[in-house]
């Protein structure tokens, strides 16, 4: 057993006598102080409201990674204006021009750096927050992003917005992967579901955010919005208290407590809780795995295909692509919504349906099972982008008109079903099929992963479509989803309503069978 063990047996046995100890009594007192400079921590007796706060608090880094993925929609446009390969719809835009002049090779880096970037933060940064905390680790990822926005919006070429994109990525992927933990470690049980979800739906706020600053027109005012963010994250997370298990993980008994208390209310008791927590991490430090012993076991490997597979068909659906370059593809159908200059207005629509359609996927997600909501979700994404690209074959041989809603229509409907299941589902399952003790190196896998493929697909998109024509792409990306239909039935196991046992055991090979009620009929025979 390891030292962290040790550590928290000696804790708890400290902590029986702490009362009667000043020097604990005083760190205790001390802790609460401190933690009663947080609004409500005196008006919310439940804890309840305190969790839905401090839950809104820490997903504002999701907000922050919404606006960094929409920022390359909004802003490419405005510098490629000036470029002899800029679509046509851009060469009529009246917004302020910045001093960098991009083709669209170098717009393509410029968006997909923020993934790869992503890629290098993602993976180290549970480890990261094991040792230097939950708080400090999410805390500190302002700074990298408000670097990378003062990077964008003064650099004088175009390698200053390849750094400073790629620097904004390093925190983008750690807030992938620290957000969800924090959040787990201060939700109560039955509101961890709900609570959960505000990582997408922050993220879809960020996006939508994102499209709309690109109503100003101009580098310089963007990049002051989106700096903005990151500047309010900070000051507010850095009221919160730290994760409770994290500082029951360091010793640090009485600041575990007042932490919990402030996240559960002043008139819970919690020290039951605490003793769960105390008994997890004693668990998770005696059978904690390393990386390489990830793939060593059966099931856990099959997880990891699980997990992967998804990640490969959600990335290669082509969602990221449709949020990076949104105006761009836009830009590509003439459309009635919007006037020459204004290639914005449909991207704030498709925006409102993604955080729309990510609220309401809480509802989906309670009452409908996962293996149906990932083959609803890839066979309508397959079906509008089909249909998209038939209205663009049509359109290219002139036998549809150009004032119709069909690409609006068609992507609305794409984001939508995507936000319904393919996107959130894929994270959800992390905690449903792997074991506490490999979950967060898992995690960190997977995620490092995703902003890998996430990466390739971004930047090779404009590659693709110069290559075989935005029709085709469309039509590439909709096989992808017919072969992720295909995927999910055959290997994706449903997880609602089972537990880790059942879904482990099915991995392994081993079936076991409900045990089944014998019902014996008795006939009563009154006598004559």
Known sequence: MDDTTTTLDAEAGASHTEPDNKNGHSLHSKALKRLETVPDIKRDTSGITTQYIATGIVNLGAFATGVCVAWSSSALPLYLTASPTAP??????????????????EGSWVASLLC????????????????????????????PL??????????????????GRFVGGVAVGAFSVGVPPYVEDIAEAHLLPALANFYHVLF??????????????????????????????????????????????????????????YFRGIDNDVDGELKSIK??????????????????TRATVKALVVSFGLMIFQQMSGIYPVLFYSEIIFSTFANPLYAPGATYIPSIILGFCLVSSTYFSTMFLKRVRRRVLLLVSFSAMALSLGCLAVYYHL???????????????????????????????PWLMLREIFPPNVRRRATAITAGFHWFLAFGVTKLYQNLEEMVKPGWALWHFAVVCIIGT?????????????????IQNEFDGIHKSRPHRHVIQVETVAAS
């Open 204 to 261: 879809a706020c960020g996006i939508l955010f994102g499209y709309i600053i690109g109503m100003v027109q101009s580098i310089s005012w963007l990049s002051v919005l989106c700096a903005s963010i990151p500047v309010a994250f900070f000051i507010a997370f850095i009221f919160l208290p730290e994760s409770p298990a994290y500082l029951m993980s360091q010793g640090k008994f009485s600041e575990a407590k007042a932490a919990l208390r």
């Open 395 to 425: 359109k290219a041989s002139n036998l549809s008109s150009s004032k119709t809603w069909v690409p609006v229509f068609a992507l609305c409907i794409f984001v939508s079903v995507y936000a319904a299941g393919v996107g959130p589902i």
């Open 116 to 143: 790869l970037g992503a890629l290098f933060g993602a993976v180290p940064a549970g480890l990261i927050s094991e040792y230097f905390g939950r708080k400090k680790t999410l805390l500190y990822l302002a700074l």
């Open 279 to 296: 008994e997890s991490l004693r668990s998770y430090a005696k059978n904690r795995m390393t990386f390489k012993q990830l793939f060593t």
């Open 486 to 502: 295909i995927f999910v039935y055959f290997f994706v196991p449903e997880t609602k309503g089972r537990t880790l046992e059942e």
């Open 146 to 163: 408000l670097v990378s926005w003062i990077l964008v919006a003064s650099s004088p070429n175009v390698y200053g917005l390849f750094v």
């Open 88 to 105: 046509p719809d851009f060469q009529s835009l009246n917004g302020t021009h910045p001093k960098v002049t991009l083709s669209r090779s």
